[in-house]
Structures are given as structure tokens and as C-alpha cells.
Nanobody, 123 residues
Framework: QVQLVESGGGLVQAGGSLRLSCAAS????????MGWFRQAPGKEREFVAA????????DYADSVKGRFTISRDNAKNTVYLQMNRLKPEDTAVYYC????????????????WGQGTQVTVSS
């Protein structure tokens, strides 16, 4: 089974940047589509970004398009989320997700999830 561990969260001022990492153990990530989701206090979990197994296809929520970039390094079994021009509304716990099916990742029904990393953006 794939186990996912997120890191890289923290406190940053509006306009700043953070890079989140999601490291996998247990088996290779190369045959999994990957995604990032976030959940703010009192809100539903929402899709942020996804990347296909080969990195050939990426998807983004409209709210982060042009500011966030998802990437993967299959040799390191790691997926990244580069977050630039952060806004206070980006404050949330960010979760990494993995599934053989890209549709499952996009739909929020991925089989594997990490524990999350907190991102706080101050104004």
C-alpha cells in the first residue's frame, strides 16, 4: 500500500511562497495519478490540483490557476505543490491524494490520502 506524508506547510505572509511535498512509501508512485486538496476551517474539502502518472496532464482549480504548480519526481517518489502569490484565502490544511485512476483523484475519491499539512497565510 502507498503511504503518503505531506510536508512544507507553515506560516507565510500574503504574497509569499511555499512548496509542499508529498512523499510516498510502501510502493512506487509512478503508476498513480496524484492530487492536492485543501480544507479550511468550517468548509468542505476542495480540489486544488492534480497530475497524471506521466506528468503529461495537470489540472487546477480556478482559484489557484496561474499561482500554483503541481509537479512530480517519480524517481524520488514525491509530488510537489509550488504555491506562489499566496492569499489569506489559501489558508487551509493541504492533503495529498493518490489513486490509479485520474478520475478518482479529480473527483476526490482517491484511495490513498496523507494526514495533511497546515498552510497559514497572514494578511
Amino acid at each position: 500500500q502507498v503511504q503518503l506524508v505531506e510536508s512544507g506547510g507553515g506560516l507565510v505572509q500574503a504574497g509569499g511562497s511555499l512548496r509542499l511535498s508529498c512523499a510516498a512509501s510502501g510502493r512506487t508512485l509512478s503508476d498513480h495519478a496524484m492530487g492536492w486538496f485543501r480544507q479550511a476551517p468550517g468548509k468542505e474539502r476542495e480540489f486544488v490540483a492534480a497530475i497524471s502518472q506521466s506528468s503529461g496532464t495537470t489540472d487546477y482549480a480556478d482559484s489557484v490557476k496561474g499561482r500554483f504548480t503541481i509537479s512530480r519526481d517519480n524517481a524520488k517518489n514525491t509530488v510537489y505543490l509550488q504555491m506562489n502569490r499566496l492569499k489569506p484565502e489559501d489558508t487551509a490544511v493541504y492533503y495529498c491524494a493518490a489513486d490509479y485512476s485520474r478520475a478518482a483523484v479529480l473527483g476526490g475519491t482517491a484511495a490513498r490520502w496523507g494526514q495533511g499539512t497546515q498552510v497559514t497565510v497572514s494578511s
